[in-house]
């Protein structure tokens, strides 16, 4: 079984389009993430969500809204795509979002190309 | 503010050589320090992190690391590298004293991509 899930594993549109990317983990952790990796794999954390609520926002633009509707899963929409947005984005899960020192439970990616 | 550097984008190493792969941090407090290891079309995996304690760690896959406070160091080691070692590998820095909030993040270095031939 996969631990932390997303789908879709590829994603290509069009400038402007909306699009969701889906994350679901089976750990019984109460807190996830989603980190941008760049095209030079720089990693940025975006968001962070524990036990469904919203512990860290960086500076994303408003396009990108994290949806959690529960603590297995944490959904990206993203509005209005432009060609910056391409990248591949992970999410990642650890036990307790007040533990400093848990680790973190990636899953395998979502190449966004947008076109 | 914390930060992660690793100053090699790429580690080349024959096959039974012992590897190092470096990092060093800045962060004002005692740091928690994290190695992660990406594969190719994967998501990362955690090998081994320092929180207290012996500066000597070791974790996944053969893998060890020493903290070096003085120099603010984390590198990552292994005695005898495999072809199957070759990845990228990331370390990460966060400061407990902040955590919970927004400065807490864990912060990823740029990545060095290790490469091991036969």
């Known amino acids: 079984d996969t631990a932390v899930s997303q789908t879709p594993k590829y994603l290509v549109t069009q400038m402007g389009n909306d699009k969701s990317i889906k994350c679901e983990q089976n750990l019984g952790h109460d807190t996830m993430y989603w980190y941008k990796q760049d095209s030079k794999k720089f990693l940025k954390i975006m968001f962070s969500y524990n036990n469904k609520e919203l512990i860290i926002n960086e500076t994303v633009p408003n396009r990108f809204s994290p949806k959690s509707p529960d603590k297995a899963h944490l959904n990206l929409h993203i509005n209005s795509l432009e060609l910056g947005d391409s990248a591949v984005y992970f999410c990642?899960?650890?036990?307790?979002?007040?533990?400093?020192?848990?680790?973190?439970?990636f899953g395998s990616g979502t190449q966004l190309s947008v076109l | 503010a914390q930060s992660v550097a690793q100053p090699e984008d790429q580690v080349n190493v024959a096959e039974g050589n012992p590897l190092t792969v470096k990092c060093t941090y800045s962060?004002?407090?005692?740091?928690?320090l994290f190695w992660y290891v990406q594969y190719p079309n994967r998501g990362l995996q955690f090998l081994l992190k320092?929180?207290?304690?012996?500066?000597l760690v070791k974790g996944s896959y053969g893998f060890e690391a020493e903290f070096n406070k003085s120099q603010t160091s984390f590198h990552l080691k292994k005695p005898s590298a495999l072809v199957s070692d070759s990845a990228l590998y990331f370390c990460?820095?966060?400061?407990?004293?902040?955590?919970?909030?927004?400065?807490?993040?864990?912060?990823f270095g740029k990545g060095t991509k290790l490469s091991v031939k036969p």
């Open positions: 320092y929180i207290t304690g012996d500066n």
């Open positions: 962060v004002s407090g005692n740091p928690y």
């Open positions: 990642a899960s650890s036990q307790s979002g007040y533990r400093a020192n848990e680790k973190l439970f």
């Open positions: 990460a820095v966060r400061d407990p004293r902040n955590y919970g909030g927004s400065q807490g993040n864990l912060i």
